[in-house]
C-alpha cells in the first residue's frame, strides 16, 4: 500500500492531525536513543475515536501502531515503523481531580511538570521523579514504568497507577483496575478479547509462580519484560489489576487512553549531605552504610565526571562552592523530612553515630547550596557529550541494576569490561537502588565500535545476570535490551511474555519488536558503519567546532528538552504550536535526515523543510539552554541561505537585510516615514507585499536617533569615576526605532 492510501484513509476517519509526507515521518524516525526507523505515518490525535479510526486503518491494512509521549526514551521503544499516534498536542488533560482521596485521572499526553504544577496548590504530586519529568509524559512514564532519583521512597510508577483506560487491539476499549475475586472470577469468564487476556495473565502468572520467584531479579529497580511478577499473590500482594501488566510494556499491549494515579503530599524539607572519597572504590563500599539511615536518594558521580565538571567554565564554581580538594568520586546523601529540623536531623545521622565512611571528607550542605549540586548534578552528561566531536557517552549498558550491597563489586567488573575492550566509560546515577548509569565513549559510526559495543552489551548481560540483576532499572528494553530478555528471565518465562503479547495482539500490531521477538541490538542504528554525508555542502559558515553543518546538526541526541512548555527560552515556536516540527529536536532532525541521504536532497530547499524551519525564530534559546549545544540560530542562518539560492531572495528578506540603512534614511525623513507608516491601508500594503502581519503596530521613527542623543548628551554624564568602561552594541533598531532602549541602558551604568 502507498503512503498516500495510507494519508487518505487516516485521514477520512481521524479528526486530528496526520501526517505522512517525509519530512513530518523522518520527525518521528528516533526517540532519544541510539535508533532510527522510518515510521508510516503520524497521527496528533484529538480524542478516543481517533484514536479507534487509526487502529482501525491499522488493522485493515496491517501497518503496527506505536503510542507516543514525549519521545524521549532511551531504549529505542518509542520509534518503528509504524502509525506513530502522539499524544502530546490534544490527549493531555487534566480529566478529573479528587484532593480529598488522592487520585487523579489524566489523559496520556499529560506532561510530568504540568500535571505537579497543577496538583501543587493542593500540596500534592505523582511521585515518580523522573529527570526530563518537563517533557516526559504519563502516558510514557506508565510506557516505561519510569522512577527517578527518589524511588527508595516513591518506587516506580506501577505504584502509584491505580486504574487505566486502555483500547485493546482489537478496538474495544476496557477499564482495569482493582478486582475483588467476585469481579476477577466475572472477567475471566468474558467471551471477548477482555476475557482471553485476563484468562491469559491469570493462569501463566500461577502457573509460572516458581519460575517468576527463581527468574525475575529480587530488586525495586527492575523494569524489563512484562510484570508477571506483580499477579503472583505472594510477591506483591497487590490484588488482581490487569493495569500492570500494561504498566511496563512499551505500547506493546494496548493504547493507554487515561489513568487514574495516586498522588502523595509533597516532602516539605529536603537536606543533602555530601560525601567525598578519593576513590570510587572507596564510594562505592559507602552506599550500604548510607542507606542505613534511611535517606531519600544517594547518588553518585565518578571521577571521569568531576573531572570535566572542575575543567568547565561554566559548572567549575557549582562544584567548588560545596566541594574541597579534588576527590574522585562524590555521593550526594538526600533526605525528607516533615520539618527542616528532621531533614537535617537525617543528614546528621550519617555522620554521628559512626563517623564518616573511611576515605571521605562529609560536608554538609545548606539549603542555598542546594541549587549548585542540582546544577553539578545537570552538569554531568552535557559535560560528556563535549568530551570529544567522535566519542559519543553511548546508551546501551545505561541503566543495569543489582542489589545494592553488590554495587561495588559489580561496577568494579563492570568497569574491567569495558577496559579491556580499550573503551572510557563514565558512571553516576542512583547508588541508593544499585542503578548506575554507565556510558561507554564509542564512535558508532566505526564498525569496529559497533561491535565494541555489541561485545560490551553480551558481556554486561552475562554479568549482570550473575549478580542477580536487571538489565534495565529504568528505561526499558526497547531495542536495546528486548533482544537479552529470553536469557534474563529463561525459557519458560520469555515464552509466557511471548504468549502474553499474542493474546492482547494477535496480529502484532501494537509496536512490535521490542520486550518480545526483538531484532538485534545492534540494528536499525541511527548511526551506523553505513551512516555518511550523502549531501556534502559548500556552507557560508565554517562550522569549525563541530567538523561541518552535518556535525552541527548530528549533536542533537533526541534528549527533547526543547519540547518542554515552560521555563527558560527554548524553545518559543514548539511552546506555542506543541509540534515537533517545530521544535529544535524537530528541526535538527529534518537537516540531519537530508544530510545523510534519507531524505532525498530536494527536501533540503523544499517547502516542508521551509515550513519545518520557518517559525524558528534564530532567538538562540537552544545554543544556551540545550545541554548538546545545538545552535538552531546559525544552522538556520546557513539552511536560509541555500533557500534563498534556490528560490530567490524575497523582497522582505531584502528588506529586512538593509534594515540599518533604510532606518538611517527613514529617520532622518521622520515626520514624512511615520505620516506614511500610519496611512490608511499601508498595514494591508505590508501585510501583501512583505508579510508583516497587518495587525502589528509598525514601529515609529526617531527624529534623534540614538548615537545623535549619546553626542548631544555627553557633557551632561558624569565622568567614568574610575570605573572600568562598559561598552554598548546597539542592534539595528536602537538607533531608529528604539532610541529609549539606547538611552536606558547608557544610564544603568550610571546609577
Ligand atoms: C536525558 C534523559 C533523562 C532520563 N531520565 C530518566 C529518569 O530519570 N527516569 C526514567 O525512568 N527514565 C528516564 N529517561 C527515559 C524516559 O524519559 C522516560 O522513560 C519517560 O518516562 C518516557 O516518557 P515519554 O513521554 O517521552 O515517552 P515515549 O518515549 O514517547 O514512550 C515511552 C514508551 O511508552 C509507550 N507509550 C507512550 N504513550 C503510551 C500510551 N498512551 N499507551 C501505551 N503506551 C504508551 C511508548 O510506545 C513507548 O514504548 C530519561 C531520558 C532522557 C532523554
Ligand atoms: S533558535 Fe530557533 S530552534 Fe533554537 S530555541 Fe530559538 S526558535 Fe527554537
Same mark, same amino acid.
Request: aromatic share 6%; glycine share 10%; proline share 6%.
Given at each position: ?289 548510607? /542507606?542505613?539511615? !534511611?535517606? @531519600?536518594?544517594?547518588? +553518585?558521580?565518578?571521577? $571521569?565526571?568531576? %573531572? =570535566? ?64 549540586? /542540582?546544577?553539578? !548534578?545537570? @552538569?554531568?552528561?552535557? +559535560?560528556?557529550?563535549? $568530551?570529544?566531536? %567522535? =566519542? ?360
Amino acid at each position: 500500500m502507498s503512503t498516500n492510501d495510507l494519508l487518505a484513509e487516516l485521514a477520512a476517519g481521524v479528526r486530528g492531525d496526520v501526517q505522512a509526507d517525509p519530512v513530518s515521518r523522518a520527525l518521528y524516525a528516533t526517540d532519544a536513543s541510539i535508533y532510527q526507523i522510518m515510521p508510516a505515518a503520524v497521527v496528533l490525535s484529538l480524542d478516543e475515536a481517533d484514536v479507534a479510526a487509526a487502529l482501525r486503518v491499522a488493522r485493515r491494512r496491517q501497518v503496527p501502531i506505536l503510542p507516543r509521549g514525549g519521545g524521549t526514551s532511551l531504549a529505542g521503544q518509542a520509534v518503528g515503523q509504524a502509525i506513530h499516534l502522539d499524544f502530546t498536542k490534544y490527549m493531555c488533560r487534566l480529566l478529573e481531580l479528587n484532593a480529598a482521596e488522592g487520585w487523579a485521572w489524566v489523559e496520556p499526553g499529560m506532561v510530568l511538570d504540568r500535571l505537579n504544577g497543577l496538583l501543587a496548590a493542593h500540596g500534592l504530586m505523582f511521585a515518580p521523579d523522573i529527570s526530563p519529568s518537563n517533557r516526559a509524559t504519563i502516558g510514557g512514564m506508565i510506557g516505561n514504568n519510569s522512577s527517578g532519583m527518589y524511588s527508595l521512597v516513591y518506587g516506580k510508577t506501577i505504584d502509584h497507577v491505580l486504574e487505566l483506560r486502555v483500547m485493546l487491539s482489537d478496538g474495544s476499549v476496557v477499564h482495569m483496575g482493582p478486582l475483588s475475586e467476585e469481579e476477577l472470577r466475572a472477567k475471566l469468564t468474558l467471551d471477548s478479547l477482555e476475557g482471553r487476556v485476563y484468562r491469559t495473565v491469570h493462569r501463566l502468572a500461577h502457573e509460572h509462580a516458581d519460575e517468576i520467584a527463581r527468574r525475575f531479579p529480587r530488586l525495586l529497580r527492575r523494569v524489563g519484560g512484562y510484570n508477571l511478577d506483580a499477579f503472583v499473590p505472594a510477591d506483591g500482594g497487590r490484588g488482581f489489576n490487569l493495569a500492570n501488566i500494561i504498566v511496563g510494556s512499551e505500547g506493546t499491549l494496548g493504547v493507554i487512553l487515561a489513568a487514574k494515579l495516586r498522588l502523595v503530599p509533597r516532602p516539605r524539607h529536603t537536606a543533602i549531605g555530601i560525601l567525598a572519597f578519593e576513590t570510587l572504590d572507596d564510594a562505592l563500599d559507602a552506599v550500604v552504610p548510607c /542507606l542505613e539511615c !534511611r535517606p @531519600a536518594a544517594v547518588e +553518585l558521580m565518578d571521577d $571521569l565526571l568531576l %573531572d =570535566l565538571t572542575r575543567k568547565s567554565r561554566q559548572y567549575a564554581q557549582y562544584l567548588a562552592s560545596f566541594v574541597r580538594g579534588e576527590p574522585a568520586a562524590l555521593l550526594q546523601v538526600e533526605f525528607f523530612g516533615e520539618s527542616e529540623a528532621e531533614g537535617l536531623a537525617g543528614r546528621d545521622g550519617w555522620e554521628r553515630p559512626r563517623g564518616p565512611p573511611a576515605g571521605s571528607f562529609p560536608r554538609a550542605v545548606t539549603p542555598a547550596e542546594k541549587q549548585a549540586v /542540582l546544577q553539578v !548534578r545537570k @552538569a554531568g552528561l552535557p +559535560l560528556l557529550q563535549s $568530551l570529544s566531536p %567522535d =566519542l559519543r557517552p553511548e546508551t546501551f549498558v545505561e541503566d543495569s541494576a543489582v542489589p545494592p550491597e553488590r554495587l561495588g563489586d559489580y561496577i568494579r567488573r563492570f568497569r574491567a569490561i569495558c577496559h579491556e575492550h580499550g573503551v572510557r566509560v563514565a558512571f553516576y546515577g542512583h547508588a541508593s537502588v544499585g542503578l548506575m548509569h554507565a556510558r561507554p565513549l564509542l564512535n558508532l559510526k566505526d564498525a569496529a565500535d559497533v561491535r565494541t559495543m555489541r561485545r560490551i552489551a553480551e558481556e554486561i548481560k552475562d554479568l549482570v545476570i550473575a549478580f542477580g540483576g536487571a538489565l534495565s532499572g529504568e528505561h526499558g528494553d526497547g531495542l536495546l535490551r528486548s533482544e537479552f530478555c529470553r536469557e534474563l528471565f529463561g525459557e519458560a518465562l520469555y515464552e509466557a511474555f511471548r504468549e502474553i503479547k499474542r493474546s492482547f495482539d494477535p496480529r502484532g500490531l501494537l509496536n512490535p519488536g521490542k520486550i518480545v521477538d526483538a531484532p538485534p541490538m545492534d540494528a536499525n542504528l541511527r548511526y551506523g558503519p553505513g551512516y555518511r554525508v550523502a549531501l556534502p555542502l559548500e556552507t557560508h559558515f565554517r562550522f569549525r567546532d563541530t567538523g561541518g553543518m552535518a556535525g552541527a546538526v548530528e549533536l542533537c541526541n533526541g534528549n527533547a528538552l526543547c519540547r518542554k512548555t515552560a521555563g527558560g527560552t527554548m524553545c518559543p515556536s514548539y511552546m506555542v504550536t506543541r509540534d515537533e516540527e517545530h521544535s529544535t529536536r524537530g528541526r535538527a532532525n529534518a537537516l540531519r535526515m537530508v544530510l545523510s541521504g534519507a531524505l532525498p536532497a530536494a527536501e533540503l530547499t523544499g517547502e516542508r523543510m521551509r515550513e519545518v524551519m520557518d517559525l524558528c525564530l534564530e532567538c538562540k534559546g537552544c545554543t544556551g539552554e540545550c545541554p548538546s549545544r545545538v545552535n538552531m540560530t546559525r544552522l538556520k542562518s546557513e539552511w536560509l541561505a541555500h533557500y534563498h539560492a534556490a528560490h530567490g531572495v524575497p523582497l522582505r528578506a531584502r528588506l529586512f537585510g538593509n534594515i540599518h540603512t533604510l532606518s538611517r534614511v527613514a529617520s532622518a525623513a521622520a515626520p514624512l516615514a511615520n505620516a506614511l507608516l500610519g496611512m490608511p491601508g499601508a498595514g494591508l500594503l505590508g501585510e501583501r507585499l512583505l508579510g508583516i502581519s497587518r495587525h502589528r503596530r509598525l514601529p515609529r521613527f526617531a527624529r534623534e536617533p540614538f548615537h545623535a542623543w549619546f553626542e548631544r548628551t555627553r557633557a551632561e554624564r558624569p565622568a567614568g569615576l574610575g570605573r572600568p568602561p562598559v561598552v554598548l552594541f546597539p542592534d539595528p533598531f536602537t538607533p531608529y526605532t528604539d532610541p529609549e532602549a539606547g538611552a536606558a541602558a547608557v544610564r544603568v551604568p550610571a546609577t
